[in-house]
């Protein structure tokens, strides 16, 4: 993001949650030979869904690597992703001003992952750049208008517009905004259009820098009002001159989903019910509400990995938007906690939470999310116990006290005996007797503890067979957290 940042001059960076990209950016930049349309895809690991989204529609991948980082897993995922759809990359090594920077190292560990540089003998370009400096920025833009010429890439702007859908969310002001990136053709204000199961009008577009714009070409993302639902990120756009006929076929695309979800459905027999009512695992419920659509996929398939054979994450629902009084209903309903991704609650959602008690967390950087989670399953689990051993002592000496009451005199031989200790009594290395003590004296005084090498006076509730040399097995019981 600071690289695209350095190439629109803009500051997008500075605006994101944790110095993270939390959903694709799709921004135009302006150079000598043209424009170049930049889809900026988010890096952590829960955003897989997006990058592979983003590999889908572009021509070209850049591929940004910190010179002082090297190769992380998320990069040789993104190198997975542009393989798969068919994209060659050109690296980009940025932060080579830092002095800590090894480029040489990130050409090697990049070559071990099958892309080997040009200058070694390879056939990937890559750049040394510096998103602080503006150094080799120039020549990274070279290099893509390098590899364009070479893939004679070309679109018919004259055919009816084809897209995707980047991004989409619900604007409190403009309604269902959709961020569509047009792969062929124009799209104009006025025309029809269908997106997955959602249809409209098109009544305005936005580019990248907020203006109005009355057409979008061929690499031209826009964001477009005018639809009437908020459609899902990876939709395909098509314009039609006719809207009522993309109402049609909307309607038809609703109703053929609708009856495969219904077919997917599975039933559960009288024996799973069985299996899920002897099983010892818990289930967390949660309700994520996102800014953005992609978000909310990522937030949702991130927290349903964490699930493990001892707690269950079950998202009940997901969607885009600020938090309702619905999604309050739908907890309570569901007795969920609600998430909220880059959202706030509307209205009266939030008083209506703390009326029937409904949790709702705000989180604005993916990792924070998932660590909250992370230790709320782990709150979830029953503590388990374990005996710690803390200490011995020796009978040397037996009182008999009124009541038929009896008191060993004893010397603690190791390690420390203390008043509220569990103890086993064991005669000729068996144990005849479990149980706590019932006091602890030192001389005459009541003692907390009493350590090796002292002498003490103990008593026991309930058992009066003891002997001289009989050993008292001092120990306790120290819960301990579990883990997922």
Known sequence: TSLLDALRKSSVAGGEAGGITQHIGAYSVKTEKGRITFLDTPGHAAFTAMRARGARVTDIVVLVVAADDGVMPQTKEAIRHARDGKCPIVVAVNKVDKPDAQPDRVRRELSENGLMPEEWGGDTLFCEVSAKTGQGLDSLLDNILLQAEVLDLRANPKRSARGMVIEAKLDRGRGPLATVLVQEGTLRKGDGIIVGTAFGRVRAMLDDA???????????????????????????????????????????????????????????????????????????????????????????????????????????????????????????????????????????????????????????????????????????????????????????????????????????????????????????????????????????????????????????SGHTDLQEGDVLAAFEMKEVRATL
């Open 210 to 460: 907020g203006r109005n714009v009355a057409e979008a070409g061929p690499s031209m993302p826009v964001a477009v009002v005018g639809l009437n639902e908020v459609p899902s990120a990876g939709d395909t756009v098509d314009a039609v001159k006719d809207a009522k006929k993309a109402q049609e076929i909307a309607d038809q695309r609703r109703a053929k989903a609708a009856e495969q979800n219904r077919g997917s459905k599975a039933t559960m027999s009288l024996e799973d019910w069985a299996r899920g009512i002897n099983t010892d695992q818990q289930e967390l419920k949660l309700i994520v509400k996102a800014d953005v659509h992609g978000s909310a996929e990522a937030v949702r398939q991130a927290l349903e990995e964490l699930s493990t054979d001892k707690v269950r994450v079950n998202v009940v629902h997901s969607a885009v938007g600020a938090v309702t009084e619905g999604d309050v209903n739908l907890a309570v309903a569901a007795k969920a906690v609600i998430i909220g991704f880059n959202v706030r609650p509307a209205g009266k959602a939030r008083l209506h939470a703390q009326t029937e008690g409904i949790e709702i967390r705000h989180h604005t950087i993916i990792y924070e999310v998932l660590d909250a989670v992370r230790a709320t399953m782990q709150g979830m689990l029953a503590p388990t116990y374990v005996e710690e051993a803390i200490g011995k002592a020796e009978v040397r000496k037996i009182f008999k006290v009124t009541k038929g009451g009896v008191v060993a005199g004893c010397m603690v031989i190791d390690g420390v005996v203390r008043r509220n200790s569990m103890i086993r009594l064991q005669r000729a290395s068996a144990v005849i007797w479990e149980g706590k003590l019932d006091s602890l004296k030192r001389f005459k005084d009541d003692a907390r503890e009493v350590r090796e090498g002292l002498d003490c006076g103990v008593a026991f």
